[in-house]
Nanobody, 118 residues
Framework: QVQLVESGGGLVQAGGSLRLSCAASGSIFSINAMGWYRQAPGKQRELVAAITSGGSTNYADSVKGRFTISRDNAKNTVYLQMNSLKPEDTAVYYC????????????WGQGTQVTVSS
């Protein structure tokens, strides 16, 4: 089992910044990639950014150039630095830990609310 705990959400004005953190514990050796997803009211959950155990990253087009995902392996923590925030970034952000291979599985955090006011 893997436990993921997010922190760092909140209310910010448009153009501002926030940093989300996701602390992982448990059988983290089984995780191949970590990511951040978000879900706005009435919309499907979507991938925001992901980082593999090797450090490769990918981003949704809507956040490229504004958001940065990173990881601190010593702290078992993944971060999402969000700059130049827009009202459309408002959503619940979820940390994800993905186990790939023959028995794929997704672990999820409880989510943290990010609200960007105009």
């Amino acid at each position: 089992q893997v436990q993921l705990v997010e922190s760092g959400g909140g209310l910010v004005q448009a153009g501002g910044s926030l940093r989300l953190s996701c602390a992982a514990s448990g059988s983290i050796f089984s995780i191949n990639a970590m990511g951040w997803y978000r879900q706005a009211p009435g919309k499907q959950r979507e991938l925001v950014a992901a980082i593999t155990s090797g450090g490769s990253t990918n981003y949704a087009d809507s956040v490229k150039g504004r958001f940065t995902i990173s990881r601190d392996n010593a702290k078992n923590t993944v971060y999402l630095q969000m700059n130049s925030l827009k009202p459309e970034d408002t959503a619940v952000y979820y940390c994800n830990g993905a186990r790939l291979g023959s028995k794929p599985y997704d672990y999820w955090g409880q989510g943290t609310q990010v609200t960007v006011s105009s």
